[in-house]
């Protein structure tokens, strides 16, 4: 089946400081991303659908300034925390689905990163 | 809207035994798909199953089955023969046509030894 690699899967850094977040699909290409954050036993909340050549399309609420998305290429999208605060601190997941699997509706998860901002 | 309700934050089952997990939905549409997702404590998302709306039989998959009643939009989770490794936070979601996933709030299901 398809694979989506996150990475890293942890990181720890200083409040200020820029965090880049990657996800690749590795068999498959994927015009369409999406990027989630989860906080302890809660659910999974959409943040932005990262489109392959041109901009993220926000979920209300997020900062598109704060969270950087960029979707260069069919098979890798980033997530950048910019100016990281412990707020930000949380778990990052990332998604995508095969366009021309015989099951393009199934989403493949990446195994997430967990921020952690000091 | 699309909406997906989880009414049950908290589940257990002993070993063995027969477990369902709730799932209620509110959407105008009629073509989409529905999904049940597993996260271990590894909090790696696992795909368990997953119904066509289209389709009026129910889902299964070996010890995971569903019980999908489109006209009351409920799509309920059924894991017979419960095992440990089954322990995990099951999430339904949704899915129209070629639009995003929406989620339910989770259920934290623990299966007692």
């Known amino acids: 089946g398809a694979v989506v690699s996150q990475h890293p899967s942890w990181v720890i850094c200083k409040s200020g400081t820029s965090v880049k977040i990657e996800c690749r699909s590795l068999d498959f290409q994927a015009t369409t991303m999406f990027w989630y954050r989860q906080f302890p036993k809660q659910s999974l909340m959409l943040m932005a659908t990262s489109n392959e050549g041109s901009k993220a399309t926000y979920e209300q609420g997020v900062e598109k300034d704060k969270f950087l998305i960029n979707h260069a290429s069919l098979t890798l999208s980033t997530l950048t925390v910019t100016s990281a605060h412990p707020e930000d601190s949380s778990f990052y997941i990332c998604?995508?689905?095969?366009?021309?699997?015989?099951?393009?509706?199934?989403?493949?998860f990446g195994s997430g990163t967990q921020l952690s901002v000091l | 809207a699309q909406t997906v309700t989880q009414s049950q934050p908290e589940m257990s089952v002993q070993e063995a035994e027969t477990v369902t997990l709730s799932c209620t939905y509110d959407?105008?549409?009629?073509?989409?798909?529905l999904f049940w997702y597993k996260q271990p404590p590894s909090r790696q998302m696992i795909l368990v199953i997953r119904q066509e709306a289209y389709k009026q039989q129910n889902a299964t998959e070996n010890r995971f089955s569903v019980n999908f009643q489109k006209a009351a939009k409920s799509f309920s989770l059924k894991i017979s023969d419960s095992q440990l490794g089954d322990t995990a936070m099951y999430f339904c979601a949704f899915m129209f046509t070629g639009n995003q996933f929406y989620f339910g709030t989770g259920t934290s299901l623990t299966v007692i030894p």
């Open positions: 998604s995508a689905r095969d366009p021309e699997g015989a099951t393009n509706e199934k989403l493949f």
């Open positions: 959407t105008s549409e009629n073509n989409y798909y």
